[in-house]
């Protein structure tokens, strides 16, 4: 097995002895190169994975700055190489300086060996863990939505809101809306957008933690300061320090909870359970609701002074049958997004299709739409097709009993496994035989609504699927009558 490689430590200083001694000292865990002069330096900076620069490079020059230049073009060229400033006593006027600009750390000569060591490995485990992030990051892109997908004016409105928002970084936003409109999509986009993108974000679904826990996961705890308490944990609050704070369904918060949640956004100070000392945090609060809560606020289920609190200013997300102009748009961003995870050959969606999905109503919304293109590409993968067709969509949206199985379809999985040709075999028997149904056993309407090339290449297609799987046929009456007796289906 190959030895992975050193990491690349770049020496910069203009003193050969003091470079080759520091080799020496590192060579044994690192990988080393020196440079004694700026124009060296750059030349070699793009190997190294950290580098160790001294701010003077002309030590009888008082006035010499060659490391704090050289620090910025590194900045610059390279933003996330980790450079660490080496200075001498008498400098650390410079050091903070350099640490303004960029330095990872500043290290005071002559350099503590053990100290060194630990910074190098402190400096490269940072940047693996921001490119861990990055890419992490960047995998997301490809499977979760990162805009207000729509040319409408309302999803215009929507933007135009939201980039005003986020320019604030310090308002309390209430954002309503139907459930599946994308409430929590449009609080990442506050927080992305704005200053605050390079804080946390936290989020966190009320509606999904027992009420009896709710407090704790808000607010953390001390250790000892429940049965079950055995260490410390920083509950969300204090864990969004500087970033965002995304309530979820904040019309399920506890009545008795509502109180300390009052006081904390009017203070943005707080204590954990079991402690008397005060933590201040700096905070932007975001609360979501698919509820009326004014209406809470009357029948007492919802504290008044909470809801004003939070309600500083309110983005309301319409339904979609509201702008079904956009629906179109949105059906085809979600097929890209299933196209950049690998998971379907598909490449468009008919025109039929696009009007069925216009003309149904949306109930889920967004969310809705979004599960209905998954199931849709998998019904168009099973027919061999790369465009989504009528037949693809869900009964409901059709307005047909057209393809029942599409909605509770299940597979059985036992000890044994499964087998997936035969489940698959099953899974397009089933649809075959819907539609069988729906056209009343009508083979030359069947083929079209199954969006194949004649009624030849359905019977080819039922026969292929017999003879692979002979015990399967008598699963299906309407597809053995037509297809399997003789006399039967002309």
Known sequence: MAQKPSAVVLIVDDDPSFCRSLERALKEEFTTLS????????????????????IK????????????????????????????????????????????VGAADFLPKPLDLVKLKT??????????????????????????????????????????????????????VLITGETGTGKE????????????????????????????????????????AFTDARERKPGYIEQAHKGILFLDDIDTIPLEIQPKILRFLEERVFCRLGSATPIRVDIQLIASTNQDLF???????????????????????????????????LAEYFLMLL??????????????????????????????LRNCVEKAVLFAGFRGHERIELPDLPAEVIGTKLNPVSQ???????????????????????????????????????WKLLGLNDRFALRRRVLSLGKRFPLLIAEYPSIKGAFFIKNRGK
């Open 35 to 54: 440079a004694l002069s700026a124009d060296e330096a750059r030349k070699s900076v793009w190997k190294a994975d950290v580098v160790l620069l001294d």
């Open 57 to 100: 490079l002309v030590e009888n020059d008082p006035h010499n700055r060659d490391g704090m230049v050289l620090l910025s073009e590194f900045r610059e060229l390279r933003p996330h190489l980790p450079v660490l400033m080496m200075t001498a006593y008498g400098e650390m006027g410079i050091a903070v300086e350099a640490m303004k």
């Open 119 to 172: 910074a190098i490995k402190s400096a490269l485990n940072q940047t693996r863990l921001s490119n861990r992030v990055s890419s992490l990051e960047q995998e997301l892109l490809k499977i979760e939505p990162v805009e207000l997908v729509g040319r409408s004016s309302k999803v215009n409105e929507i933007r135009q809101l939201i980039d005003s928002i986020s320019a604030d970084g310090y308002i309390t």
């Open 185 to 224: 999509l449009a609080a990442r986009l506050l927080h992305r957008k704005g200053w605050r993108s390079e804080g946390p974000f936290m989020g966190i679904s009320l509606a999904a933690v027992s009420p009896s826990i709710v407090e704790r996961e808000l607010f953390g705890h001390e250790k000892g």
């Open 295 to 329: 209406q809470l606020v009357k029948v007492k289920k919802f504290r008044e002074d909470l809801y004003y609190r939070i309600n500083t200013l309110e983005v309301h997300l319409p339904s979609l049958r509201e702008h079904p102009e956009d629906i179109p748009l």
């Open 339 to 368: 196209k950049r995870q690998g998971r379907t050959q598909v490449n468009e969606i008919s025109p039929e299709t696009f009007s069925a999905m216009t003309a149904y109503k949306w109930p889920g919304n967004v969310r809705e």
């Open 408 to 446: 509770d379809f299940t597979v059985r999985i036992g000890n044994e496994g499964i087998d997936l040709e035969l489940e698959k075999a099953r899974l397009e028997l089933s649809y075959i035989e819907a539609v069988l149904q729906q056209s009343s056993g009508r083979k030359t309407e069947a």
